[in-house]
Nanobody
Framework: QVQLVESGGGLVQPGGSLRLSCAAS????????MGWYRQAPGIQRELVAS???????NAADSVKGRFTASRDNAKNTVYLQMDSLKPEDTAVYYC???????????????WGQGTQVTVSS
């Protein structure tokens, strides 16, 4: 089975920075894309950012210019550098990945356990 393990969340003041990491492990044949969704109370889950194995990135309009996704393919790890954080960024951030495992003929969508990001003074 494939697992995604997230780290880097925490409490930060407005204007501060955090760096999230998400590492994939298990029977991995190929990773096509990795990224993050976030979920805040009473708000629909939204896609924050994603990055393909080739380095192409997408980001939500609400975080463009503040969040930067990067990827280390050798480590099967994706990072999210979050700068100029705002209170409205407060949410649980869930790593996701589209991965084809070594025991499957097609790729599937996997999820991390979530990490809490709280932006408050």
């Amino acid at each position: 089975q494939v697992q995604l393990v997230e780290s880097g969340g925490g409490l930060v003041q407005p204007g501060g920075s955090l760096r999230l990491s998400c590492a994939a492990s298990g029977s991995i044949f190929r990773i096509y894309v990795m990224g993050w969704y976030r979920q805040a109370p009473g708000i629909q889950r939204e896609l924050v950012a994603s990055i393909s194995s080739g380095g192409s990135t997408n980001a939500a309009d609400s975080v463009k210019g503040r969040f930067t996704a990067s990827r280390d393919n050798a480590k099967n790890t994706v990072y999210l550098q979050m700068d100029s954080l705002k209170p409205e960024d407060t949410a649980v951030y869930y790593c996701y990945a589209v991965i084809q495992s070594s025991v499957s003929a097609s790729p599937y969508h996997y999820w991390g356990q979530g990490t809490q990001v709280t932006v408050s003074s």
